[in-house]
């Protein structure tokens, strides 16, 4: 976070990071905390006004990093999350997809290359999500072949 803060100048930008469980979401929170950085989480055990709170701090760019257990997937948007944090353990492709995909967000339109646009994605090589990263890569390559093969066409 720091190093993209840095290279961009872009100080809105922020971490997500995906807890086993609630009182990992806390553990989580604390260990940035101790690092200096706003941390906080949204998780199902807290109350509607509770989470709202958080993701209004989110969307206020109070926060730099945002922690949860699953509770920000499918349809969540926010742009300025740009490090995807896995600590937890993801069974399938599909949960961890929509994970790393809050990462993939287009802050700068139609400039692809633009480090702004860049996603990091960081886990512990302990944690056994290098298999869901190898199919991740497998299945975004041959997602970006197919869109590759269709900007040739010419009229």
């Known amino acids: 976070l720091y190093r993209l803060r840095d290279e961009t ?7 997500i990071a ?3 469980n609630f009182e990992h979401c806390r553990q989580i929170v604390e260990a940035y905390r101790a690092r200096n950085l706003r941390a906080d989480y949204v998780h199902s055990k807290q109350d509607g006004a ?3 709170k958080i993701m209004k701090q989110l969307d206020n760019h109070d926060l730099d990093v945002i922690v949860q257990v699953r509770k920000l997937g499918e349809g969540f948007d926010h742009p300025y999350l740009s490090v995807a944090a896995v600590f937890s353990i993801f069974s399938n492709l599909s949960p961890f997809v ?7 967000r287009v802050i ?7 480090v702004l646009n860049q996603g990091v994605v ?4 302990g944690a056994n999500i290098a298999c869901q990263w190898a199919d991740f890569q ?7 072949d197919y869109f590759d093969q269709l900007l040739p066409l010419e009229y």
């Open 50 to 52: 509770a989470n709202a």
């Open 9 to 15: 100048g872009e100080k809105r930008l922020k971490i």
């Open 138 to 144: 497998q299945y975004s390559s041959a997602d970006q």
């Open 98 to 104: 929509q994970f790393v995909g809050r990462v993939m």
């Open 122 to 125: 960081v886990f512990h090589a």
């Open 108 to 114: 700068v339109q139609n400039s692809p290359e633009d």
């Open 18 to 20: 995906s807890a086993l």
